[in-house]
Structures are given as C-alpha cells and as structure tokens.
C-alpha cells in the first residue's frame, strides 16, 4: 500500500476489512503449518510464511531482551517467551519429562547451543536441578559429549560452588570425569579437569574413572588421566606443620622399620585407638588410613530411603547430625569447646566442614598417641574415604568431634593443624605430606578393624603390583558372626538401626570394598585372621560396680597400651550421651596381630578350621564349620528360628531372614578358628586354648537389651544408656557379658573365637597351603 490509499475511502473500508479477517486466516493457515504443508504460505500484508513471521517475532523478542538490561523480571518474562517459542517449554521452566530431567537438562543432554542454555537460564532454570538419580544438567552434558554446554552451564554457578558442581556424582557417586572417561569423551574430561574437577574421585563401588577408560576401550582418555595420576603426587597440597595451616611441602617417607601395619583407622569407636596403641609397642610402622561416616557424601536426606530398602542403612548428610547438636555449641551464651572447634571451618558446606574437622581429630588424637607412648616406629596419616552405608539414624549416630571437643587438647582449636582432606594424601605427623612406598617394606600386614572404603580400583591395583603383593603376609578382620551360635547384633529396629543382624558393621560399611578386599586375599592366599562378634566381651563385671575410670584404667593398664590421652578419650566416649557398649572389638584383632609379629606359629596352634562366606549387598558375614555358602546359611537360619525373642524383634529378624533365603552362593575363604580370654579380675586379654561353644538351651533363652553404636547387644540397660534413643528395650538371645551366654562356662573369663585363614603367604609356616574353600561364587579377582 502507498501513503495516498489511506486517504482513499474505497480502499482504506477494503484495509479494515482485511483486517477484520486476520484472526479466521491466521486460525486457518497455522493449522496448515502445524499439519506441515510444504506449500502453505500466509499471504495478507507482507506475502511471508508463518515460520518467517515466526523468526521474525522471535528476532524482536531477542532484541527486547538485550534493550531491557537489568530488568529481571522483564527479561525473565521475555526469556520465558522465547523458550516457549522455540519449543523448549510448554508452561514452565521446572516441568519434567519423562526421564525426570528439567528443559535445562534435555537441552545440556542434546547438545544445544549456549544461547538455548543462556535463555532457558535467564527463564529461571536451575543450573544445579538433578534428576531422581542425582544426574545435572552439568554430569549429562559430559555423559553425550558436549563439551560448550559445560563451559556455559559453568558460567552461571557462584565461583565458591563452582568446584563442587563440577564433581558433583549422581546416586552411585559417579562424577561427571567418570561419566566422561567411561563414554570416551576426552575434550570434555579435559575441560572438566581444566575447571577444578577431581580426575582420580571413585564411585560407591571403588571403580576409578582411568579403571572405567580402560575397561571400556578409551585409550585416549586411558593415557590422559595416567599422565595426571602420575604426576598427582607432585600437586597435592603438603602441611607446613605449623598451626592452623595448610599442606605446603613434601618430603619422602623414609621408613623407620621394616614392618608396616596398614589399620583401618576409624575413630567412631574408642578401640580404634587401643588397636593403635597396641600397634605402637610393636615397632612396626602404622599406615592409618581415615574412613569418614556415609552422611559425609550424601547430599540431602531422605526420610523415605529406609522403607525401600531395609538392611541398607539410612539416607541423611552431615546437616542433620550438626542440627541435632546445635545446642551444644555453647555454654551460658559463650562458645563451648564444641563450639569454637566448629568455628575454625567454612560453615557453608555442612559435609566438607564435618570431614575437615573429623580429620582434625583423628589425625590430634593418633599422633599425639602415638608419641606419648614412644613408639618407635613410624606413624602415617592416609586420607580414605567416605562409607556406602550408613545403619544409624541421624538421631542416634555419634558426633565423634562432640565427644572429643572436651579434651584438653582441643581447649584452644587454633593450636591444631588443619588439613585438606584429600583422598589417598599421606601425612607425617608433622604434617607434611609423604611420598610412600609400601615395596619399601619387608612385610606388610592389613587389618580390617574400621571400613575398608578406602580399597578402591587404584588402591587395589597398587596393592596387586608384585613388588607390593609379595610382601603382604596377613590381614586380621574384626566382624563376621559364627553361624553355629545364635547372632549377638541385631535385627532391623524401626527408626534407629537398618542393617541386618548377619551383616557385621565393618563390612556393611562399603560391602563392594570389602568384596575388593577378601577377593584379593584369595587371590594372593594371604593369611587372614577374623575375630567375629560372637567373641568379644563387655568391660563390665557381673559381681561388682566399677567406674568406667577403673575399668578403663584397669584395662589399658593391664593390656600395656596405656597413656594419658587414651584414658581421658576412652573415659569421655564410654561416659558420653550415647552410652556405647564397653566392648574393646578393634583391640582382640590388634592383640592378635601383636602376636602373630612376634612369633606367628602362636596363631597356627589351635587346629581348627571354619569358612569365610560374604554377601556382596547386605555385607553379610558368615563364618562356619560348613564348606559351601547354602550350608552355613542354612545354620545360621536353623539358629535364628529357634531364638526366643520379643514380638517386635522376632518380627523384625523374620524379614531379615526371608532376604537371607534369598541369597545365592557367596564368595568363601577358609579360616583356623584362635580363641581369647578375657579375666574379669584385670580385664587383661590373651590367646587361649580352643573351646567349642555348646549349642546349648541356655544360649537360647531370652535376654533384655539394646543397641550401642556398634549395633551390638547392651543387656539389662539402664534408662540413662537408653540415651532416649530407644524407647523400649529389645530382646536377644545372646549375652555376651556372662559366662554363660558365651557357652555355659562356669569361668572368671570370657571364652572367644576368632578365625584364621590358611593360606600360601606371609607368615604361614605351613608348607604353601591354599584356603579350604575357593569360592562357592568367586569373586574375579
């Protein structure tokens, strides 16, 4: 039209006209369009398509986007427009699809470009929404390849977050670099790496992102992160040793014997310690590798977790537990020495600041140990790693730096060292980093007292190395039950304790680690002691009152690991709020150990002999007289249905017992039972000659009790060791504090078993004998 048909009444009356259709036409030559009509064009004023006029409408929104700069609402209203246009949303920026997933991670997951991204931002999309199973927009983009949607979906996360999104691991604590490495996407691991990403952090399985490029094929991404593990020594941050600083410097560990002892360090319990006291009077050098609780790597809580998945622990991180104590960080409206501990750490990340400050302590308490007692050999502090499971609810899970804040030594927190709690760092105790070398070593000997979490694919691949391998001479396992007698822990109990009664805490802990583990003493036929729960006593007499002070004195005392700091640490954990159970569990693993450096041929004397079944789901641990999995199952299952127990309780192990029968074969490693005593007199603790336990009626009959942290059975519990945890006490059919429930012995001592295996390495004398008992389900080694 010209200027002059607006003046031209004819033509001006046809243009309104026009107009007045415009509404019936568009109707009309969109259905056309959304029916794909290759031909359909719209022709009323310009001779344009609909998908012009589409492009040209979208082109003015851009633009209106630009014009409004720092108009948030405005532009998120524009930017929402432009989504809806391009298909991207239909109503909101937070629906989802079919697989769970947000716009912003479908469109991450195909490849969009950074304007598709940036816009569905600017629409209020949630750069750190994940799906179900934990998956972001961030880990999908590395799972198909797209290494710009990374680098742009980095861009709109705060930089103090920035790193932990970039690691951030679905459910199964897969990393996006694992996910990359896995599907052979090297531009993207590197520009993962490049952005803070951990190149070497593991899943709840152990598997190693180099572990998954090799088993896959990824040859590319195989040399890349070889080259990064070979020179992460030469970039882990080193201490300084001065107070209150950081790793600055490494130096190269220079063994001081030639005898090492690698321990499972776990502070949860105070017999941790007494197994370290223990190893102290050996000579020997200590590896103490740090296992840190489950809730430290889970993000969120949920509440629900436990009714889907009974004997597999609960869901919570560290949140929880920190608001349950919150009332103890001060005292008469000052910092308590809690209180001030905590305040030495970044409060804005509840899980990192748990784990700096449990590494904290356990590495004050081991070190100090360790020289007030004058060991002679060297002391070695390793970063592990975080438990799988986790079987204690939030509200009866210890706080190990509540209980240990009362020390003296944590008075005045900024006189302690902080570390960067790195996995697989070592440190002096000094401070400064290590270089170690276990090839250095004429013998090595492992226990299994605390989580074996840390052996995952790298550490399992180190300690196969032949060099490594031929030096390895035993293990001492503390866990397991006997199947021939009935079960000292308990079943399931709604709202405190989800794990099974067959699953012992150190091996339900990470099961797919010990899984690792025991398939690697098969392989290599090293000999392994188990000390199972059946055996260990209670410090607590049953013909006289005694202080936990005079108990504890007595104990550390009479078994030569005494020194000032384990006394008030064992007297502050034994007297606190959650009243566990005087059980000394690491400490009959660590005695035996002790005795087999000094002269191994004390563990061969006793000629008895039993199997090693686990369960690689629930952690279940059966140690037998029987030679394959069904029949030790079978007996544990005979025992259990003839234990007179409480309504709730026997309910409760029934439902346990129902996925036991469901179990197929499991992996079985042979063992030589040795046995303990405990004197109530002294509480001293030895080797003893072997003793049957009777299946007798007595062992059956029903005891009161309750559940310590370590799971196991507490019995006649006062109010006060109730700790308001549980209400009612439950009944077992165990009492490992008398005489009689270990047996019917008529004794001043505690009769116990352990296990030994019969190997074809280390200190077995026997000539090159393999186990009894391959595996009824091996576990590839």
């Not at 006209?17 to 019936?24: A, D, S």
């Not at 794909?36 to 409408?57: D, F, M, P, V």
């Not at 531009?187 to 993962?192: D, I, S, Y």
């Not at 975080?386 to 240990?404: C, D, M, Q, R, S």
Request: hydrophobic share 40%; charged share 25%.
């Amino acid at each position: 039209r010209s200027p002059k048909d607006y003046v031209n009444h004819e033509t001006f009356r046809q243009m309104v006209l026009e107009m007045l259709q415009v509404r019936t036409m568009s109707r009309s030559k969109f259905d056309e369009w959304a029916q794909n009509c290759e031909n359909s064009s719209l022709r009323l004023r310009w001779g344009n398509s609909l998908r012009t006029a589409h492009r040209q409408y979208l082109s003015f929104l851009v633009g209106e986007l630009k014009r409004l700069t720092g108009l948030q609402t405005e532009r998120r209203e524009i930017a929402l427009k432009i989504c809806k246009l391009r298909g991207l949303v239909s109503t909101s920026v937070d629906e989802r699809n079919e697989h769970g997933e947000t716009p912003l991670m479908t469109a991450a997951a195909d490849g969009h470009s950074q304007h598709v991204l940036r816009y569905l931002i600017l629409a209020g999309s949630d750069v750190n929404a994940a799906r179900d199973n934990g998956q972001t927009a961030i880990w999908l983009a590395a799972q198909f390849g797209h290494e710009e949607c990374i680098r742009e979906l980095v861009k709109h996360i705060a930089d103090a977050e920035r790193e932990a999104r970039v690691n951030a691991p679905n459910c199964d604590g897969q990393t996006p670099v694992f996910i990359s490495a896995q599907c052979g996407h090297l531009h993207c691991l590197k520009t993962l790496v490049e952005l803070k990403a951990d190149p070497l952090a593991c899943d709840k399985e152990g598997q190693s992102p180099l572990g998954q490029a090799e088993a896959n094929g990824r040859p590319d991404c195989v040399e890349y992160l070889e080259s990064i593990a070979s020179q992460s020594a030469d970039h882990v941050k080193a201490s300084s040793g001065k107070a209150g600083e950081k790793p600055v410097a490494k130096a190269k560990h220079e063994p001081g014997s030639s005898r090492l002892i690698i321990t499972s360090g776990d502070i949860s319990d105070i017999d941790g310690f007494f197994a370290l006291a223990a190893y102290a009077r050996t000579g020997a050098d200590v590896l103490f590798v740090m296992s840190y609780p489950a809730y430290i790597g889970v993000t969120g809580s949920d509440p629900e977790y436990v009714s889907g998945n009974l004997g597999l622990g609960f869901k919570y991180s560290a949140k929880e537990v920190l608001s349950r104590d919150k009332e103890h960080e001060t005292v008469d409206g000052k910092a308590s020495s809690y209180g001030a501990f905590l305040q030495r750490y970044d409060r804005s990340d509840d899980n990192r600041l748990m784990k700096c400050a449990l590494t904290d302590v356990a590495f004050a308490l081991a070190s100090q140990m360790w020289a007030e007692l004058g060991a002679a050999g060297k002391l070695v502090f390793c970063i592990g790693k975080e438990n799988t499971i986790n079987p204690f609810a939030g509200k009866v899970i210890k706080n190990e730096v509540l209980v240990y804040s009362e020390l003296p030594t944590f008075k005045d927190p900024k006189s302690l060292m902080k570390f960067d709690p790195a996995h697989g760092t070592f440190y002096d105790v000094g401070g400064a980093v290590l270089d170690v070398r276990l090839e250095e070593y004429s013998d090595i000997v492992i226990d299994f007292c605390g989580s074996m979490s840390f052996w995952d694919e790298a550490w399992d691949r180190r300690m196969r190395a032949e060099a490594v391998a031929s030096r390895v001479k035993a293990a001492f396992v503390m866990g397991g039950i006997l199947t021939g007698q009935p079960p000292v822990t308990l079943p399931p109990i709604e709202g405190v304790l989800n794990r099974f009664s067959s699953a012992t805490m150190n091996q339900l802990y990470s099961p797919a680690a010990s899984v690792r583990f025991f398939s690697y003493l098969l392989h290599f036929g090293v000999s392994t002691y188990v000390v199972t729960n059946n055996v260990v006593g209670v410090l607590k007499a049953d013909d006289r009152e005694e202080s936990v002070e005079d108990t504890v004195v007595k104990f550390l005392t009479n078994n030569d690991i005494h020194c000032d700091l384990l006394e008030r640490s064992s007297c502050l954990y034994y007297d606190s709020k959650y009243r566990p159970p005087r059980k000394p569990f690491d400490f009959y693993a660590a005695l035996a150990l002790k005795e087999y450096l000094r002269d191994p041929s004390t563990l061969e004397k006793p000629d008895y002999r039993a199997t090693l079944f686990f369960g690689s789901l629930y952690g279940t641990t059966f140690v037998s007289d029987k030679e394959s999995w069904a029949e030790a199952r079978d007996q544990y299952l005979d025992i259990v249905s003839r234990m007179d127990e409480r309504a709730e309780v026997a309910l409760s192990r029934a439902k346990e017992t129902e996925e036991v029968k469901k179990m197929a074969g499991e992996t079985g490693l042979g063992v030589r039972s040795l046995h303990f005593a405990l004197d109530k007199e002294t509480w001293g603790l030895s080797l003893a000659e072997p003793e049957v336990v009777a299946d007798t009626a007595a062992a059956f009959a029903p005891q009161e009790a309750t559940v310590g942290d370590t799971g196991c059975v507490s019995h006649n519990p006062t109010e006060a060791e109730l700790g308001g945890f549980v209400q009612q006490p439950v009944v077992d059919a165990m009492a490992p504090e008398t005489d009689e429930g270990c047996g019917g012995a008529a004794v001043d001592s505690i009769k116990a078993t352990a296990a030994y295996v019969h190997g074809g390495g280390g200190g077995d004398s026997q000539s090159g004998a393999q186990p009894l008992v391959q595996s009824t389900k091996a576990v590839m080694p």
